[in-house]
Structures are given as structure tokens and as C-alpha cells.
């Protein structure tokens, strides 16, 4: 079993930034593919950005391309995201997961999640 705590995530003004953060403990960090997803009201959970094991592959939705940014401390046990130029379409729960697999791109294919952590963009 992986455990994930999330934290980080608060209200902000639309053009502002964030940074999330992830620690994971149960499995070897390094052995896990890790993302961040989100869901807003009303809508499915999606996508938005993957760190393989290593951290020298990484995936985006492209709406956060150029703005976020995914990265991970392998001696720490932490995954990051650094959210910049943030806009009211961000506002969703943000939920890092993790995955068996070397980098995962898409919601279904995380194994494991965390308990979300809220986001909301004013404009």
C-alpha cells in the first residue's frame, strides 16, 4: 500500500501562484510513477501531470502547459507541483496519485490517490 498527503492548496487570486506538494510513504518512491489530477464540481476527474520514476519524463494536459510545472525529490519522498499564472478554470480538488507504472498519463491508469486538496482561483 502507498499512503499520499497532499497540501498546499488555498484561495488565490486569478495570475497568482501555488505550489502543491505530495509525500508519499509505503512503497520505495522511486520505484512509483507520479501525477497530479483534478476534478471540479460537476465534472470528471481529469488528467493533468505526470513525473516518471526518474523524473527525466514528464506529460501535461496541455491547458497547464507553460504554467505548471511537475517535479519530485526522490530523497524526500515528495512530489511537487508549482502551479503559475493561475486562472478561475484551475479551481478543482487537486489529487497527487501514483502509479506501478513508469510515468501514467491518464487518470485510470494511477493506482493509488491521495484525499485532495482544494484550489480556487478568484478572479
Known amino acids: 500500500q502507498v499512503q499520499l498527503v497532499e497540501s498546499g492548496g488555498e484561495l488565490v487570486q486569478a495570475g497568482g501562484s501555488l505550489r502543491l506538494s505530495c509525500a508519499a510513504s509505503?512503497?520505495?518512491?522511486?520505484?512509483?510513477?507520479m501525477g497530479w489530477c483534478r476534478q471540479a464540481p460537476g465534472k470528471e476527474r481529469e488528467f493533468v501531470a505526470a513525473?516518471?520514476?526518474?523524473?527525466?519524463?514528464?506529460r501535461y494536459v496541455e491547458s497547464v502547459e507553460g504554467r505548471f510545472t511537475i517535479s519530485r525529490d526522490n530523497a524526500k519522498n515528495t512530489v511537487y507541483l508549482q502551479m503559475n499564472s493561475l486562472k478561475s478554470e484551475d479551481t478543482a480538488v487537486y489529487y497527487c496519485?501514483?502509479?506501478?507504472?513508469?510515468?501514467?498519463?491518464?487518470?485510470?491508469?494511477?493506482?493509488?490517490w491521495g484525499q485532495g486538496t482544494q484550489v480556487t482561483v478568484s478572479s
Open positions: 496519485a501514483a502509479s506501478s507504472r513508469i510515468i501514467a498519463v491518464s487518470a485510470d491508469e494511477y493506482d493509488y
Open positions: 509505503g512503497r520505495t518512491f522511486s520505484t512509483l510513477g
Open positions: 513525473i516518471s520514476w526518474t523524473g527525466t519524463r514528464i
